[in-house]
């Protein structure tokens, strides 16, 4: 058995100041409260300050409405020297009737950083059943795609430090 606190769970309830101009959760109140448990994740695996590097593969798949009760499902993933991917799946609940729908998920690369704001080590991710191996298997081809990508970009002159 690990002994790593690799996950975190939060639940939050979608109130009305959280709402967009139709009366659903607005896209932006989701991120923050997204990085907040990434955030949390990471910092309480490494038991360090950790900062945000990159968010890929954000997907909306429902909207979420006002009233309904959002759980945060994070998890650590991979880890490198100093990153951490994490892993978010977000699930909706309605009060009253109790149906839950799985409304968003996204990878964070968070990144542990000492006093003055250099990378630091984080403790070597202990995978301790077949999931484990697969989610890890899985964010290191997300790792290498976005580095790819990066690199495509760059290629093609595409890089927005150079456009703005
Ligand atoms: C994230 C940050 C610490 C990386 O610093 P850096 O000098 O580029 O450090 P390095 O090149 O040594 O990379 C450190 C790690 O970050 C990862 N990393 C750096 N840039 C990344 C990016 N764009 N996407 C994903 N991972 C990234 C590297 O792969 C490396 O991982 P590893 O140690 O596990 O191999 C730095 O860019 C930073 O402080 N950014 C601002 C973070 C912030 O303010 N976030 C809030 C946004 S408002």
């Known amino acids: 058995m690990s002994n790593q606190e690799k996950t975190l769970t939060m ?10 101009f139709a009366g659903n959760v607005h896209g932006g109140a989701l991120l ?9 994740c990471a910092a309480k695996y490494c038991k360090n300050y950790v900062v945000t590097a990159a968010l890929d593969q954000v997907f909306f798949k429902q ?15 991979y880890v ?6 994490v892993g978010v799946k977000v699930v909706a609940e309605h009060l ?16 542990a950083i000492d006093e003055q704001g ?4 984080v403790p070597r991710l202990q ?21 790819d990508s990066l690199e495509k ?3 093609l002159q595409m890089d927005l430090e150079e456009d703005v």
């Open 11 to 20: 639940t939050v309830l979608m109130t009305p100041d959280m709402a967009n």
């Open 32 to 40: 923050k409260l997204l990085d907040q448990v990434a955030y949390a």
């Open 63 to 77: 909207n979420i409405n006002v009233g309904e009760l959002v759980t945060f499902h994070a998890r650590v993933n």
């Open 80 to 85: 490198g020297r100093s990153s951490m991917e």
């Open 96 to 111: 009253r009737t109790y149906e839950k729908r799985y409304t968003t998920s996204c990878h964070f690369t968070m990144v």
């Open 118 to 121: 250099k990378p630091m080590q």
């Open 127 to 147: 995978l301790d059943s077949a999931a484990d191996h697969r989610r890890y298997a899985a964010a290191e081809l997300r790792k290498q795609l976005r580095q």
């Open 153 to 155: 970009s760059r290629a």
